[in-house]
């Protein structure tokens, strides 16, 4: 039996069509928050206007200009997947956030074992904020990313591997000029700094400003394409950063940054609890 919100003469709406164009408007939506700023949004305008002319000389019969954007159009799938990869890649993950299910019942948050990861989480986030202000106060230039969701597996294979605690020591020293470890990034992840020297991808957006280096390009890079989030100092000016979602914040609050970590380091270690041994 069809229900119909209303009906006038041949349009007929139905309250599934309703649900329907809600759901592809908010597919449309997620798609230009991944896509804006990059070049990738250019050429989905431009494969958007080839695929427009397409049905218009098609309408007027213009058969040969229409057998060329035809021929187009029937490789328009391998294309978008070939140059929308990393977009792609991004639009999944975000999906595959979006439908994890979190949480767990409120005995097993509050179970010892959750606490004292909480404390331990706490201590090496603070120990990530000193190295920030260490950094920062000599101007020694350097990247720290913190895997979330993903251990950056394929980036750390570009470094060395460490495998060490999470200290502020540690991390000043890797980033000293004369460390051969102190080009590139760190990755940290799984409650240590998992590997030094990592090469990570860079940013193609042509909107960000012409001051941000290397550094700044590739923080926003290996966050463009990963849920990670990526701390940047300058060289130049000392000045603190981070990344995350392919966007940059400059010059954030001790606050800002610890509730920034508190609130996504919880999704990676609540993956891990079973690799936690019971006291």
């Known amino acids: 039996m069809q229900y119909f919100l209303f009906s006038i003469g041949f349009l007929e709406l139905r309250w599934i069509d309703v649900l329907d ?37 098609r309408s007027i019969h213009m058969i040969l200009l229409s057998r060329i954007l035809g021929q187009f159009a029937g490789v328009g799938i391998i294309a978008i997947l070939i140059v929308f990869q990393p977009e792609i890649r991004r639009f999944l993950l975000y999906i595959g956030q979006s439908s994890r299910i979190g949480g767990g019942s409120v005995l097993k948050r509050l179970s010892f074992k959750n606490l004292a990861i909480s404390r331990q989480r706490s201590i090496e986030i603070h120990e990530i904020i000193k190295a920030l202000h260490g950094m920062s106060k000599n101007k020694i230039g350097g990247t720290i990313v913190c895997a979330i969701t993903s251990r950056l597996q394929t980036i750390s294979e570009t470094g060395v591997s460490l495998n060490a605690q999470i200290s502020e020591e540690l991390i000043e020293s890797i980033f000293f000029k004369n460390n051969p470890l102190h080009d590139g990034a760190i990755i940290i992840a799984d409650g240590a700094v998992s590997a030094a020297r990592c090469i990570l991808p860079l940013s193609d957006s042509p909107d960000l400003p012409a001051n941000y280096g290397l550094r700044h390009r590739s923080a926003i890079g290996i966050t463009e394409q990963s849920d990670a989030i990526a701390f940047i100092v300058s060289e ?25 970590l508190l609130n996504n380091l919880h999704r990676q270690f609540s993956a891990n609890l079973h690799d936690i041994p019971s006291e």
């Open 21 to 57: 164009i809600f759901l592809v408007a908010l597919l449309i939506f997620q798609l230009y928050r991944i896509v804006r700023g990059s070049l990738a949004f250019n050429i989905l305008l431009g494969l958007l206007f080839v695929y427009i002319a397409s049905l218009i000389v």
């Open 236 to 260: 130049e000016t000392g000045q603190i950063s981070y990344s995350i979602n392919g966007e940059i914040t400059e010059d954030p609050s001790d606050s800002e940054i610890e509730h920034l």
